[in-house]
């Protein structure tokens, strides 16, 4: 983590100018941009549903389909090495059709995946082909959710910087990992809540209802972000 302090030149690549607004109406009039609504409310359900995966992944491998819970380690470094296999894919297509199209094709795709959630281990297929294809197609959503949200957040910064005068991309950052923050710990109490429902082989009611909220939250995404209009800022 200390390399990017160490190796880039910060003077090169921004120009810093503070900004002279009190703290309450900086984030008044940060809360007031439109298309930054879309994206925080789009960002909160999506980092919520992505907790209910990091928190289910155990129990979707051992209770819904009897797999050993140390799979789960390898089923994580699969993932994360497809993702990033996917980056240049990514950065191809967000280049050639938008970021918009891209991220509401990924919040469509991995509402998909929480719905498979909820079938797992009721399929005529072996346990290891339905979690190793789940973990692979959610391999391509997280790659572009994990680049483009805040490439469009720096794009929604840098657009009201240029409308108002006033640099608030600080700002803009800050609120958005509060509410990172905030989905994620909402995500496991979730999680943790509904597995009163059951958890256990046999009585799996209640991971199977965390597949489906994690389909209803992913679908609040891409509603929600569908209203997002892609404007770039201008080049200066």
């Not at 030149?9 to 703290?23: C, F, I, Q, R, T």
Request: hydrophobic share 50%; aromatic share 14%; proline share 6%.
């Amino acid at each position: 983590m200390m390399i990017p302090v160490f190796t880039i030149d910060e003077k090169k690549y921004s120009n810093s100018k503070p900004s002279h607004l009190p703290l309450w109406p900086a984030i008044r009039r940060t809360f007031s941009n439109r298309n930054f609504k879309y994206y925080l409310i789009s960002d909160f359900s999506y980092y919520m549903a992505l907790s209910i995966i990091s928190s289910g992944l155990l129990f979707f491998i051992s209770v819904l389909l009897g797999l050993p819970e140390s799979l789960g380690g390898l089923l994580m470094g699969i993932m994360v090495l497809v993702s990033v296999m996917f980056y240049p894919l990514v950065n191809y297509l967000s280049a050639r059709f938008g970021k918009k199209p891209l991220v509401l094709f990924s919040f469509l795709l991995l509402s998909l995946i929480f719905v498979a959630i909820y079938f797992l281990g009721t399929v005529p297929l072996s346990p290891e082909v339905q979690i190793y294809t789940l973990v692979i197609c959610a391999s391509f959503p997280l790659a572009a959710l994990g680049i483009l949200p805040n490439a469009i957040l720096a794009e929604i910064a840098q657009l009201d910087a240029q409308k108002t005068g006033e640099n608030r991309e600080g700002m803009f950052f800050a609120v958005k990992y509060l509410f990172v923050k905030m989905g994620q710990t909402l995500g496991i109490a979730l999680f943790a809540f509904l597995t009163i429902y059951g958890k256990d082989p046999g009585n799996d009611y209640g991971l199977r209802l965390n597949g489906l909220c994690g389909f209803v939250l992913c679908l609040l995404a891409l509603v929600v972000f569908s209203g997002f209009r892609e404007n770039k800022p201008l080049k200066q």
